[in-house]
């Protein structure tokens, strides 16, 4: 390990030597960008090249604002390549396959370009949140394993960042074997595990320091504590909301059936159109309660299939189409017939354009513009809902996505709801493979939801 001296930003990490490998460990988003705002502030007044590979676009805007607060020049090290904030699949690439070699590449290029471009060094950044089962988390250990060899005897200093919420005892056990030490940022404070032993790529390790072993197996015991109580809160939860679902479904049922026999039987009122009305939008919250539920117990099986993305679109239409006539608002399609092919479940793909379409109308105005877009992006499929209606503020941004998140609304302008529908859709997205990620100018500035899919290649090869 070659000798750096640079300061880490973070107290509790101190000074860093080139050949650093660091774990870093977040419970919130708070606490991921509490981190990797300082760590890279620090390496740009140490003419370090910084590069962070986030599989968390939304988290973007945020990490940037607050790091041009740090750094008043941001922006002309932005335009000359210094800093750079990457999309994971933009970085790695979408080849359909697990290659370590490939996967490293990238970062021992980018040392070398560093070198040759006058800069100290890089300061290299993975955010892994994307890693969730278990046949990526095997692989991704191995490319973790491979890191140490890689750095050895260059200018680099890597933080990997994982969020505990993801994690069990074995996988921290995993984490703290193939990383020097490891940076836990919980509740605003950072606290740093030392492991009892120099790294293993080091030819003669040291002998443990007294104690540390003892502490390294108290700090995990604590750490296991507290994600087993999450875990058992969660569960609980989970549990709560599919009981009320199910609960609320079993009454609903017949009272569906009661108004459309009263249909039926030619007994129209306005009393009943009403009765009607407030029923199907009770039905739609439960259903979003039972998906949510089914989400969160990995209940959810997609029945994928090579699908066009504009067949996608005409089923979320008519999902979205009563909201949107009944507000009058103009529906423009920008999407090709053919040529957008994905591999998708094509009820849940409609779903979640029909969730995206219907917020859309729900937050403009009567008699305003919605627009559905799509075009192929390199080897992605990207699908866009813009509207021209409330917006959200920039703190939002990056919670909208939360479950029972919703922006701040008076009673009057209270647009009803649980705060489910965009939850469900990355939880879909996700599990497509995909990204979504919103964007916005501002309040009463409209906004821009983008879904990101592999593109299919179609039968004669052309994609």
Request: overall charge negative; glycine content about 8%; hydrophobic content about 40%.
């Amino acid at each position: 390990m070659t000798h750096c001296g640079c300061s880490s930003g973070i107290s509790a990490i101190g000074d860093l030597e080139w050949g650093s490998h660091l774990c870093h460990l977040y419970q919130t988003p708070d606490d991921l960008v509490d981190t990797v705002v300082p760590f890279l502030a620090a390496g740009l007044e140490s003419n370090e090249q910084c590069l962070w590979v986030t599989s968390e676009p939304e988290q973007t805007e945020r990490v940037t604002r607050e790091l041009a607060q740090r750094v008043p020049d941001l922006q002309t090290k932005i335009e000359r390549g210094q800093v750079r904030i990457v999309a994971q699949a933009d970085w790695y690439g979408r080849t359909g396959t697990f290659d370590v070699d490939s996967l490293l590449a990238p970062w021992v290029a980018a040392e070398q370009a560093a070198r040759e471009g006058g800069y100290a060094g890089v300061r290299a950044l993975g955010h892994h949140s994307f890693i969730n089962n278990r046949a990526d988390w095997r692989q991704f250990r191995e490319l973790e394993a491979r890191v140490n060899a890689m750095l050895a005897g260059r200018r680099m200093i890597a933080l990997c960042s994982y969020d505990l919420g993801m994690l069990d005892a074995g996988d921290l056990l995993d984490l703290l074997s193939h990383h020097q030490f490891a940076v836990v940022g919980r509740d605003g404070q950072c606290e740093r595990l030392e492991k009892a032993r120099k790294r293993a790529a080091q030819d003669t390790p040291l002998p443990p320091s007294p104690g540390g072993e003892e502490l390294l197996r108290t700090r995990i015991a604590e750490l296991e504590r507290a994600l087993r109580a999450q875990e058992l809160e969660g569960r609980a939860k989970d549990d709560f909301m599919a009981m009320l679902g199910h609960e609320l479904r079993n009454p609903l049922a017949p009272m569906m059936t009661a108004i459309q026999l009263m249909r039926l039987r030619g007994n129209e009122s306005r009393e009943q159109e009403i009765l009607d009305r407030q029923v199907n939008h009770l039905a739609r919250l439960v259903d979003d309660l039972l998906d949510i539920s089914r989400i969160a117990r990995g209940q959810i099986e997609l029945r994928k299939r090579p699908v066009e993305l504009s067949q996608v679109v005409i089923r979320a239409i008519e999902v979205a189409s009563p909201l949107v006539e009944q507000r009058q608002q103009r529906l423009d399609i920008q999407v090709p017939r053919d040529g957008l092919l994905i591999d998708a479940d094509l009820e849940r793909m409609a779903q979640v354009l029909g969730n995206l379409l219907t917020n859309a109308s729900k937050y403009s105005e009567p008699r305003s513009r919605i627009l559905v877009s799509a075009r192929r992006d390199g080897t992605n499929i990207q699908c866009s809902v813009k509207d021209e209606g409330i917006g959200i503020a920039p703190a939002m941004l990056d919670s909208v996505f939360d479950p029972f998140v919703q922006q701040p609304d008076t009673l009057e302008q209270s647009r009803g709801g649980l705060g489910l529908g965009l939850a469900i859709v990355r939880s879909l997205v996700t599990q497509h493979g995909g990204t979504v990620r919103a964007q916005s100018d501002g309040p009463g500035r409209g906004s821009e939801f983008i879904i990101e899919l592999p593109a299919v290649v179609s039968p004669g090869g052309s994609g």
